[in-house]
């Protein structure tokens, strides 16, 4: 047997056979009723329409058999496994499949444009996509975008692709293994704590999309940290998240945090909103709710009974700061405790906390135990507590760096420390409050806005000749993009025509939620917008307490 450098650990392996071998009966995964697909190994007998229950027993042949049918296609371990899918068995086997063979799984957002997918597909140089329904169409357009991308693997009806590309549906994909490489991956493949694991793309604090490169052992780190020590999760508990597998904090959410004890999680493949949840949470009962603050406060909006969470022991929020008067609004409507915590896509999960009991609300909390936290100045000084500075975490779950950005990497991660782009101040007493991104990158509805990327759409417009997109807190106090234009001289744009604009050339959440138009943008004396009297006029504005700006800063133009 060859020689293996540092501890044999395989995440698949560790996440699903152990716990099959273990409780071979319990049940895994539920797909919450009504799904068009992600139905993959369901009980004899389920449909989509009721759901279905998978246990840990059947969840091991999924993933044996999806390992199985990538050594098949010709995957070797280390190559790419892109999988822009909605949450089901599918995806959930391929991401363990291909981390039980060595490979990257690389999750990506169901919420990306053709043209994203394209750079992603590329960048990654993956060897083999998968798609649901939901993501069939940008399949068709970003297929032809990379010459590394070899099989298209879609669960749901064939697709007109290039004759380059060997296309399958699941169950053809499933079928072409054959016993020699069901066979194959019998053992996993002998994968240690640091061996390649898996992919996250973000833009995070550069507004360039990004490869986060991930270990095998993080999934393990984030179960033993935060799973543990938070949630005190324990084998009864169900998990229910309404962000989704792609993401970092879902990733923990439904995957590594139940299957690390053998507990169960619910996947829905919709698209989540108020009614949707309301109706899995009466339905399923989980015992965890993971959310995020724009969601919670879509449930207060959609008046969803308080009955729904009597189920719930806690919920969770991340992905942007909670506001105080939103937890207070909702702890006090629904009873249950909320925690607010930040975590990232190089963090892979929540480092810092509120803690059940101990809610300081407005606050992100204390450390979670396995992260060191320091704030230091612009030169690098750790500061004394209350006065505000750059927010930066060590643990062992941290990214081992960006693919194919060297740069951007030295940047952000500075030997065991990471920059969070995030600007804190720490009371005496050890609680950690958020002041600010370090710097303009927007975090709306728990996602990476690149000001950059929506003002490079807008300015494609041949009525707009300069634009500054900015954050706005909204009546929940949750961050929102808010574009403010100066049009070409004599053009006739509107806001309307400039958001419908932005709508069918950017992913929806990177969309402006208004557009305010100006004479003129506010700038400093070397050339460069200030960014802040934008922002102050944009509150104003919105805030109905006036219709112009004092002299010197931006003025609305007439429409």
Same mark, same amino acid.
């Given at each position: 047997?060859?020689?293996?450098?540092? $501890?044999?650990?395989?995440?698949?392996?560790?996440?699903?056979?152990?716990?099959?071998?273990?409780?071979?009966?319990?049940t895994?995964?539920?797909?919450?009723?009504?799904?068009?697909?992600?139905?993959?190994?369901?009980?004899?007998?389920?449909?989509?329409?009721?759901?279905?229950?998978?246990s840990y027993?059947?969840?091991?042949?999924?993933?044996?058999a999806?390992?199985?049918?990538?050594?098949?296609?010709?995957?070797?371990?280390?190559?790419r496994?892109?999988?822009?899918?909605?949450d089901?068995?599918?995806? =959930?086997?391929?991401f363990?499949?291909?981390?039980?063979?060595?490979?990257?799984?690389?999750?990506?957002?169901? =919420?990306?444009?053709?043209?994203?997918?394209?750079?992603?597909?590329?960048?990654?140089?993956?060897?083999?996509?998968?798609?649901?329904? !939901?993501?069939?169409?940008l399949?068709?357009?970003?297929? #032809?975008?990379?010459?590394?991308?070899? /099989?298209?693997?879609?669960?749901? /009806?064939?697709?007109?692709?290039?004759?380059?590309?060997?296309?399958?549906?699941?169950?053809?994909?499933?079928?072409?293994?054959?016993?020699?490489?069901?066979?194959?991956?019998?053992?996993?493949?002998l994968?240690?704590?640091?061996?390649?694991?898996?992919?996250?793309?973000?833009?995070?604090?550069?507004?360039t999309?990004?490869? &986060?490169?991930?270990?095998?052992?993080?999934?393990?780190?984030?179960?033993?940290?935060?799973?543990? $020590?938070?949630?005190?999760?324990r @084998?009864?508990?169900?998990?229910?998240?309404?962000?989704?597998?792609?993401?970092?904090?879902?990733?923990?959410?439904?995957?590594?945090?139940?299957?690390?004890?053998?507990?169960?999680?619910?996947? !829905?493949?919709?698209?989540?909103?108020?009614?949707?949840?309301?109706?899995?949470?009466?339905?399923?009962?989980?015992?965890?709710?993971? #959310?995020?603050?724009?969601f919670?406060?879509?449930?207060?909006? &959609?008046?969803?009974?308080?009955?729904?969470?009597?189920?719930?022991?806690?919920?969770?929020?991340?992905?942007?700061?909670?506001?105080?008067?939103?937890?207070?609004?909702?702890?006090?409507?629904?009873?249950?405790?909320?925690?607010?915590?930040?975590?990232?896509?190089?963090?892979?999960?929540?480092?810092?906390?509120?803690?059940?009991?101990?809610?300081?609300?407005?606050?992100?909390?204390?450390?979670?135990?396995?992260?060191?936290?320091?704030?230091?100045?612009?030169?690098?000084a $750790?500061? &004394?507590?209350?006065?505000?500075?750059?927010?930066?975490v060590?643990?062992?779950s *941290?990214? =081992? #760096?960006?693919?194919?950005?060297?740069?951007?990497?030295?940047?952000?991660?500075?030997?065991?420390?990471?920059?969070?782009?995030?600007?804190?101040?720490?009371?005496?007493?050890?609680?950690?409050?958020?002041?600010?991104?370090?710097?303009?990158?927007?975090?709306?509805?728990?996602?990476?806005?690149?000001?950059?990327?929506?003002? #490079?759409?807008?300015?494609?417009?041949?009525?707009?000749?300069?634009?500054?997109?900015?954050?706005?807190?909204?009546?929940?106090?949750?961050?929102?993009?808010?574009?403010?234009?100066?049009?070409?001289?004599?053009?006739?744009?509107?806001?309307?025509?400039?958001?419908?604009?932005?709508?069918?050339?950017?992913?929806?959440?990177?969309r402006?939620?208004?557009?305010?138009?100006?004479? *003129?943008?506010?700038?400093?004396?070397?050339?460069?917008?200030?960014?802040?009297?934008?922002?102050?006029?944009?509150?104003?504005?919105?805030?109905?307490?006036?219709?112009?700006? @004092?002299?010197?800063?931006a003025?609305?133009?007439?429409?």
């Amino acid at each position: 047997m060859p020689a293996v450098v540092g $501890e044999r650990f395989n995440a698949a392996a560790w996440l699903v056979d152990r716990m099959a071998a273990e409780h071979p009966r319990r049940t895994a995964v539920t797909v919450a009723a009504g799904s068009a697909f992600g139905s993959a190994g369901a009980s004899a007998g389920a449909s989509a329409e009721d759901g279905c229950d998978v246990s840990y027993g059947e969840l091991a042949g999924q993933v044996t058999a999806a390992a199985a049918a990538l050594v098949a296609s010709g995957v070797r371990a280390e190559e790419r496994v892109l999988l822009c899918m909605a949450d089901g068995l599918e995806l =959930m086997s391929l991401f363990l499949g291909a981390l039980r063979i060595g490979a990257v799984p690389v999750p990506v957002s169901t =919420m990306l444009t053709a043209g994203d997918l394209s750079v992603l597909a590329l960048d990654s140089r993956a060897r083999l996509l998968a798609v649901t329904p !939901d993501t069939t169409a940008l399949a068709v357009a970003a297929a #032809g975008s990379s010459p590394y991308l070899r /099989d298209v693997v879609v669960v749901g /009806d064939p697709l007109p692709l290039p004759p380059s590309l060997r296309v399958r549906a699941w169950s053809e994909f499933l079928a072409a293994a054959g016993q020699a490489a069901t066979e194959a991956v019998a053992t996993p493949e002998l994968t240690v704590t640091d061996s390649p694991g898996f992919w996250l793309y973000t833009s995070g604090t550069t507004g360039t999309p990004k490869g &986060a490169m991930h270990r095998h052992g993080s999934l393990r780190d984030t179960a033993q940290t935060y799973a543990r $020590e938070v949630l005190a999760i324990r @084998p009864d508990d169900v998990c229910y998240s309404v962000a989704k597998l792609f993401f970092a904090y879902g990733l923990g959410n439904s995957l590594t945090f139940p299957f690390s004890v053998g507990a169960r999680t619910v996947l !829905d493949p919709a698209r989540p909103t108020p009614a949707g949840a309301a109706e899995i949470l009466t339905r399923y009962r989980p015992t965890l709710f993971f #959310g995020v603050p724009t969601f919670y406060a879509a449930l207060l909006a &959609a008046e969803i009974p308080a009955e729904a969470f009597a189920s719930v022991r806690l919920c969770l929020s991340a992905g942007e700061p909670l506001p105080a008067a939103l937890y207070a609004r909702f702890t006090r409507r629904y009873g249950v405790e909320l925690l607010d915590g930040i975590g990232s896509t190089e963090a892979l999960h929540i480092f810092l906390s509120n803690r059940p009991g101990r809610v300081r609300p407005g606050t992100t909390g204390e450390p979670v135990a396995g992260y060191a936290l320091r704030i230091e100045d612009d030169e690098g000084a $750790e500061v &004394a507590d209350g006065e505000p500075g750059h927010l930066y975490v060590r643990g062992e779950s *941290a990214a =081992m #760096g960006y693919w194919c950005r060297a740069e951007i990497t030295r940047r952000v991660f500075r030997g065991p420390w990471l920059r969070t782009g995030d600007t804190y101040v720490r009371s005496p007493d050890g609680y950690y409050t958020y002041l600010g991104r370090s710097d303009d990158i927007i975090k709306a509805g728990g996602i990476w806005v690149s000001p950059a990327e929506v003002e #490079g759409r807008l300015l494609e417009h041949p009525g707009v000749a300069a634009v500054a997109v900015v954050s706005v807190l909204d009546a929940d106090g949750l961050e929102k993009p808010v574009a403010c234009v100066v049009p070409v001289a004599g053009a006739a744009v509107s806001e309307d025509v400039l958001v419908e604009y932005c709508r069918s050339g950017l992913a929806a959440f990177k969309r402006p939620r208004r557009v305010l138009l100006l004479d *003129a943008l506010p700038m400093t004396a070397t050339g460069k917008v200030r960014r802040f009297k934008v922002r102050e006029h944009a509150i104003a504005v919105l805030a109905g307490e006036s219709s112009r700006t @004092p002299a010197g800063t931006a003025t609305p133009a007439s429409s």
